[in-house]
């Protein structure tokens, strides 16, 4: 495995980490789609599609933050494996629009 994709998979990890905290991800709770509305805990927010009410109020930060943490726990588990490692090539596949994006991924 190359040290250029393990750091390119923590930066993407602490960003989600990052960005989930600051929607109030370590306490607000779960978010909820109802028809429009997604319940943010907070406020809610009317207006969607019901089918991306949906999408959004899934990927609520506590879930996010779970999965950020179940992704660190992969990566840690990989990171004496001899590349190519098939598990964390397909974890960086949901980032190959990024453009830290290693070339060699």
């Known amino acids: ?5 393990v750091r390119f998979l923590m930066a993407r990890f602490d ?14 709770g779960q978010w ?5 509305t997604v319940d943010f805990c907070q406020a809610d ?7 991306v009410a949906r999408h959004v ?8 933050l779970r999965e950020v943490e ?3 726990r992969i990566l840690a588990r990989h990171a004496r494996d001899p590349w ?4 964390l090539r397909d ?10 994006f290693p070339t060699r991924a």
Request: aromatic content about 4%; proline content about 7%; charged content about 30%.
């Open 57 to 64: 109020a899934l990927h609520d930060p506590a879930r996010v």
């Open 70 to 72: 179940a992704k660190r």
């Open 91 to 100: 974890l960086a596949s949901a980032y190959t629009g990024h453009p830290d």
């Open 45 to 51: 927010l009317s207006g969607f599609h019901p089918t």
């Open 32 to 36: 909820s789609a109802h028809g429009d």
């Open 15 to 28: 960003e989600e980490a990052d960005l989930a905290r600051r929607c109030d991800g370590d306490g607000c």
């Open 84 to 87: 190519p490692c098939h598990d």
């Open 1 to 5: 495995m190359t040290e250029e994709l």
